[in-house]
């Protein structure tokens, strides 16, 4: 098949950027299933890149060069809308990772299907533009199995926050002070920064909130093989994160696939991407309305870390889950399936 897929993001990257620099994780996503995809596939991503060619197996161009004058079995618009509504293919797409997207509506006439990517982020989307059921196919984001097939020992007590700042890292601090009382041996690791999609870093604001607090490493944007190798190293994800935007919660499954559980509050598709009591914990509150929040979180973090065997045995079901339902091979797979389903 000839498969293409829009973006038209607003800043300068391509899939070999995954390697060297970092990108974000809808890039990621979007990096993973294209080549995947041009295993068996034509593949071209049309996007802002400025360093157009092939890289493994993918045509990127940059999005101004599309024509609609060109023939596609499947053409995808990916978190943006379609660039003309008369593009030529024998399916249209419309692929939504994020919520409340309008382009989403202004897409729906023209469309042959919208792909979402959690229980959460369907129901949102139906509740918002009232879409039918059978326009939609839920599928999910992934992890790339071979980044975490080979078993890293963990670093005791090793914590991580390796999400965008702004999704909850300001309540982090009062968070691990508390561990901290209890456990004094605790450390954390905070990775990523706004590099990541062509801005400025900004986390001067969030490293001065850890000023004073010990076992704090605050790397920012680091390379991707080093972010998989503090995933490993860890023993517990924590993310409390305070508002519904998390529409899966890659960063998570990521750290599930690398057997390192997730204990995050209840917001958005995290309920779905985090399996309470048995890939993690959720926390069932919000600092805004209880003053408990922090306390609370601090001991579900604590009692973990001082039960090796129950953690042991929810590192073990994170990973399985992850790499057995949550691998992109398999999400492509099925993909493909589909593809041909509604090309005939």
Wanted: charged share 25%.
């Amino acid at each position: 098949m000839d498969i293409a897929f829009y973006y038209d993001s607003s800043f300068d990257w391509n899939d070999s950027d995954l390697e060297t620099k970092g990108v974000g994780g809808s890039q990621l996503a979007l990096i993973r299933i294209t080549r995947e995809l041009a295993i068996r596939h034509q593949v071209t991503v049309f996007n802002s890149t400025s360093r157009e060619g092939v890289y493994h197996g993918i045509k990127y161009r940059n999005y101004r060069s599309f024509n609609r004058e060109e023939q596609w079995d499947v053409f995808i618009s990916f978190r943006c809308a379609l660039p003309a509504e008369n593009v030529k293919a024998l399916c249209k797409i419309h692929w939504c990772i994020d919520p409340g997207d309008n382009t989403v509506e202004k897409d729906l006439p023209h469309i042959h299907k919208i792909i979402t990517i959690s229980p959460f982020h369907t129901k949102m989307l139906r509740n918002i533009f009232h879409i039918d059921n059978g326009k939609i196919y839920e599928a999910r984001l992934g992890v790339h199995a071979d980044d975490y097939r080979e078993i890293t020992p963990k670093k005791k007590h090793k914590l991580l926050f390796c999400s965008a700042p702004e999704r909850g890292l300001q309540h982090v601090p009062r968070i691990y002070s508390l561990i901290k009382n209890q456990v004094p041996d605790a450390s954390l690791v905070i990775t990523m920064d706004y590099s990541l999609w062509g801005f400025e870093p900004g986390i001067g604001s969030y490293k001065d909130l850890f000023k004073g607090l010990d076992g704090i490493n605050y790397l920012g944007k680091i390379p991707r093989r080093q972010l998989i190798e503090e995933q490993k190293t860890s023993v517990l994800h924590i993310y409390p994160c305070d508002g519904p935007y998390e529409m899966f919660c890659l960063a998570s499954m990521e750290c599930q696939a690398a057997g390192t559980p997730t204990v995050a509050t209840c917001q958005g598709a995290l309920t779905s991407t985090v399996l309470d009591g048995v890939t993690g914990k959720l926390i069932y509150t919000l600092p805004d309305y209880d003053t408990n929040f922090y306390q609370t979180f601090a001991d579900k973090v604590v009692q973990l870390l001082s039960a090796p065997s129950e953690l042991e045995a929810m590192s073990l079901k994170a990973r399985e889950r992850a790499l057995s339902q949550f691998s992109y091979d398999g999400l492509v797979k099925e993909l493909e399936e589909k593809f041909m389903e509604w090309c005939s």
